[in-house]
């Protein structure tokens, strides 16, 4: 899977104001200050694509982004610390909730955890809300270039048995660094896998 064109498409608050026409999504999603905007940068190779910002809780809205025409990257509001008023993170929490339950044409939500950090019960219990509701997801850790090879692993497999103590098996995991490009490739393949799967589903 290679991404030749990337191109915004439209922001919204609502599945009802998602820009046409509708396509696969993929979609990330993290706690603030995760590293999300730029992980979405690197993989579209796109440094300006989705706006980073050292102000966590920046993104508010949900951001469609049309790749080669086919389908769409999705960057969605983090959740979590803000520093925005109560009244707009309960709406930027209805925003999101009805994105993921109500959006027909999401493949795989993509969860951003921070390699460099034991797992947030935040994390955690939004996972788990996630496999309740049966949503196709992925987990990416995150800022994998901050750390030695070594305690990389140590500290992933950690969160992989903490997470194994509510789920049965393990979604797809991705390790990466927005800066060095690791797990681009892995991501982008796993993506285009998905969509083979979805034509010839949607072929049949």
Not at 56 to 65: A, M
Not at 119 to 148: H, N, R, Y
Not at 168 to 194: C, D, H, Q, W
């Amino acid at each position: 899977m290679q991404i030749k064109q990337a191109a915004y498409a439209g922001s919204s608050i609502r599945v009802g104001g998602k820009p046409k026409p509708l396509r696969p999504e993929f979609a990330f999603i993290g706690r603030s200050n995760v590293g999300k905007s730029s992980l979405i940068n690197s993989l579209a190779g796109n440094g300006n694509l989705a706006h980073t910002s050292a102000t966590p809780g920046k993104t508010q809205t949900i951001n469609h982004f049309l790749i080669n025409g086919d389908w769409y990257l999705v960057d969605l509001p983090g959740y979590g610390y803000a520093k925005v008023p109560d009244s707009t993170k309960e709406g930027i929490k209805r925003t999101i909730r009805d994105f993921i339950l109500n959006s027909d044409e999401l493949a795989v939500l993509f969860v951003l955890i921070d390699s460099r950090h034991e797992l947030q019960d935040i994390d955690a219990d939004f996972i788990d809300w996630l496999g309740e509701e049966g949503i196709p997801i992925a987990i990416v850790f995150t800022k994998c270039d901050k750390m030695s090879e070594g305690k990389v692993t140590v500290q992933t497999e950690e969160i992989k048995k903490k997470l194994l103590e509510t789920w049965e098996e393990l979604p797809p995991v991705f390790n990466s660094s927005a800066r060095s490009g690791m797990g681009k490739e892995e991501i982008l393949k796993y993506i285009g896998t998905v969509l083979k799967t979805i034509k010839t589903t949607n072929n049949q």
